[in-house]
């Protein structure tokens, strides 16, 4: 699916190349009169050749025309504010990630494209058993007309579901044994702890110098990655989430965090700040995300459920 912007996009890599081919052509043009004209041969170009200025504007075109057709649909939200603790859904849900994405899309998806995104719903079934049974009938199922009514009985499903999800913006995540969130060993220029985990990592890929040189990629921070504890073309991620730093110049409680490291659980208070849909090529991809900008962060002792750091973004 192409957006109308990458239309123009693609009428500007087009116009640039139609330029290049009419100075290509005046140039041939030019080369044949210089067969005949010899004293007019000074300074002519050969044919396709280009200029520095004109290479560099279609490469600049190119680059563009891909960055727009591999920019993901996305849509932002503001900040709603701290809330109460029980008006945060527990991002380790099984379906909060996809009601959480199709409550708040901003474009339209068909009964076929939300079916056909639960190909693997093995891990909602406790969850929801009805949506379970539903799109486990579908994969199932060879029968068109079976199919077909299995998908509109989903997608009506999907649409009662998101109803209640609509004006939800807050979540809540805590790591466990399972899903860690390790926090780093104490910075001494800082002075403080940091999160030492992709999840909580801005970064979304290497620069073309750490790809090339293996000095700079040993350095290099960590790849953002995700959570997905339901459907698999549903994800949960953090943004802002670099930011998180506890500062702690008492030695002595820097110490004492220190020796608990392993023992720490984290909780991140935050609210929906971005829901996108993959793009590749101009075409809509099968992967959606649900993007978390953080609150507040909690550092806890796992045995005695003391809270030993706070932090407010």
């Known amino acids: 699916m192409s957006t109308p912007h990458s239309l123009t996009l693609r009428s500007l890599v087009i116009a640039v190349a139609m330029s290049l081919s009419l100075v290509a052509l005046s140039a041939c043009t030019d080369g044949i009169e210089a067969e005949t004209t010899p004293a007019k041969t000074s300074g002519v170009r050969k044919s396709g050749q280009q200029t520095p200025e004109e290479q560099a504007a279609i490469n600049e075109a190119v680059k563009k025309l891909l960055e727009e057709e591999n920019r993901p649909l996305a849509v932002t939200f503001k900040n709603p504010g701290i809330g109460e603790t029980s008006e945060y859904v527990d991002a380790r849900s099984p379906m909060i990630p996809f009601l959480l994405y199709n409550a708040k899309r901003s474009w339209d998806e068909s009964a076929d494209d939300i079916a056909e995104s639960v ?33 509109e009985k989903l997608h009506a499903l999907t649409i009662a579901e998101i109803d ?81 730093f506890f500062e702690v110049t008492d030695e002595i409680l820097a110490k004492q ?29 099968e992967q959606r995300y649900v993007l978390i900008a953080p609150q507040r962060v909690d550092v806890i002792d796992a045995e005695t459920h003391t809270t030993l750091l706070t932090k407010s973004l």
């Open 164 to 244: 209640t999800f609509r004006n939800k913006n807050l979540i809540q995540f805590t790591s466990d044994q399972w899903t860690k969130l390790p926090l780093g060993s104490y910075d001494f220029v800082k002075k403080g702890f940091a999160i030492d985990s992709c999840l909580v990592s801005d970064k979304l890929e290497y620069s073309e110098e750490e790809k090339h040189n293996s000095t700079s990629l040993a350095k290099a921070g960590k790849i953002r990655c995700y959570l997905n504890p339901g459907a698999v073309n549903y994800y949960l991620g953090f943004t802002g989430g670099s930011s998180i």
């Open 119 to 151: 190909q693997d719903p093995i891990k909602i079934r406790n969850d929801n058993p009805e949506f379970y049974r539903l799109a486990h009938e579908r994969i199932s199922t060879q029968e068109t007309f079976k199919k077909r009514e299995l998908t």
């Open 257 to 285: 965090i220190e020796s608990l490291r392993d023992s720490i659980e984290i909780s991140i208070y935050g609210y929906v700040k971005e829901i996108q849909r993959e793009k590749t090529g101009g075409n809509l991809g």
